[in-house]
């Protein structure tokens, strides 16, 4: 069959077009913004990419529709006027993919594709074999997508939209036998108008789990409890804080954490990743892939060698002992616990400088603007570029430490440079290309 696949280099959609690619598929794809690292593993499985909406293949089968496609948009225009067959990509996936697979599900507004990502190591490195869709690029696999060659499928259980057509949250179509909710925050503003909404969409999610699953909750969130209090027909356990599931850290930055069911210590964990967070994200996945059957200690082995994802906390580069990373955090809860994490990693006599774009349609509008200063409480200097939805101006102004702001990438760049001293870290944080500007602030440090 040949497969159309417009919105192809969104997170979501270029695993749809993997998964698409190893069924078997003739796949092709066009988006208006075609960039790493979605664009580079798109090219390296051989599917042809398109930079913009102005044609679709001649004699295509089905289109599959990303969630940024709306009406107006010239290649979903000449869709519907020739009847050509159509569907969102978690329709695709659920009739095509998971319908008679073990799903097993990672939701939450915060930390779902490191979760994922880590589920999915830990089930492989069991000698699972688990296919999965992940919203980023694991460094284990170097791929965001499998088909796999077992029951076991993990995915990435996001609650935003599934098409401009079907407004249910994604993670309706998967119905999931094991569910993960990390934790539960108000976000993506354009489609949610508050919190509570969000919680409904959680509550129809909770719906769809069997009698004979499992439900995995942060055990601190008040917001997961609400939902569960709407109804629940499924087993619940809980990770984090005083829960079935803990972690005992013993490096302060969660670097290293004994974990412990039920009181008792199953092992300890030395791995690569910062941040209490991320010590949550892991006791999620060791409980989900408990429940598929890997004890804690193959899981916790696992762990020892898991690389993180792509665009979280990855070190672009170092040069002049000033190292500059890429993270994907927008939301004001995920910029405090990475900083944090990383404070706690390099001391409070390293410098770290916060580099944002708010590019999400909820920070964009504002929506966290009152949040800001307490997220960022842990940078030494914050660098802005500008947003002309809200006054970023008066915000920074309260800040306690410096910031800046500046109207485009270049000017960014080429005044942040001269500030920059050895010992420096630099944490560049947005959902999207930003401009190009790791590479550029790399290559203007070695020529300054």
Request: charged share 20%.
């Amino acid at each position: 069959m040949r497969l159309h696949i417009l919105g192809i280099c969104g997170t979501f959609m270029s695993g749809i077009a993997i998964l698409a690619k190893q069924s078997g598929h003739e796949v092709t794809g066009s988006d208006l913004n075609v960039y790493p690292p979605m664009s580079t593993q798109l090219q390296e499985q051989g599917i042809k990419l398109t930079e913009g909406y102005d044609a679709i293949p001649a004699d295509v089968d089905c289109v599959i529709v990303g969630n940024v496609i709306r009406r107006g948009n010239p290649a979903m225009e000449y869709v519907l006027a020739n009847r050509i067959p159509y569907t969102s990509g978690p329709e695709w996936l659920a009739k095509n993919i998971i319908q008679q697979r073990w799903v097993l599900a990672v939701s939450g507004t915060h930390g779902k594709t490191t979760t994922t990502s880590l589920l999915a190591w830990i089930l492989d490195a069991a000698g699972k074999k688990p296919g999965f869709l992940i919203g980023g690029v694991p460094e284990n696999f170097g791929v965001s997508a499998r088909l796999g060659e077992s029951p076991y499928f993990v995915i990435e259980a996001d609650e935003y939209d599934s098409a401009f057509f079907d407004k249910r949250s994604k993670f309706m179509h998967y119905q999931p036998k094991t569910l993960i909710l990390n934790n539960l925050e108000y976000d993506h503003a354009d489609i949610f108008p508050d919190l509570a909404a969000i919680k409904q969409q959680f509550h129809y999610l909770v719906r769809t789990v069997p009698g004979n699953g499992l439900i995995l909750r942060h055990a601190n969130d008040e917001n997961l409890t609400d939902v569960l209090e709407k109804g629940c027909w499924t087993k619940t356990a809980t990770f984090g804080g005083k829960g079935a599931w803990q972690a005992k850290l013993i490096a302060q930055d969660g670097s290293v954490f004994e974990v412990l069911h039920e009181g008792k210590s199953c092992g300890e964990v030395s791995w690569e990743l910062l941040g209490k967070h991320n010590v949550d994200n892991a006791l999620a996945a060791i409980a989900a892939a408990h429940h598929a059957g890997v004890e804690p200690a193959v899981a916790i082995n696992a762990l020892a060698a898991f690389k993180n994802v792509k665009r979280r906390m990855e070190v672009k580069g170092k040069v002049k002992e000033i190292v500059v990373y890429d993270d994907f955090a927008h939301h004001p809860t995920a910029i405090a616990t990475t900083l944090a994490g990383l404070r706690a990693r390099i001391g409070k006599s390293a410098r770290m400088i916060a580099v944002l774009e708010f590019g999400s349609y909820t920070m964009r509008t504002g929506v966290h603007k009152d949040k800001m200063q307490d997220s960022l409480k842990d940078a030494d200097v914050v660098v802005c570029k500008g947003t002309d939805a809200w006054d970023l101006k008066s915000v920074l102004k309260e800040f306690k430490q410096p910031t800046r702001i500046y109207e485009t990438v270049d000017l960014l760049v080429e005044n942040l440079v001269p500030e920059l001293h050895a010992g420096d870290h630099v944490i560049i944080m947005s959902n999207s290309g930003f401009g190009g500007i790791h590479q550029k602030l790399l290559e203007a440090i070695k020529r300054s």
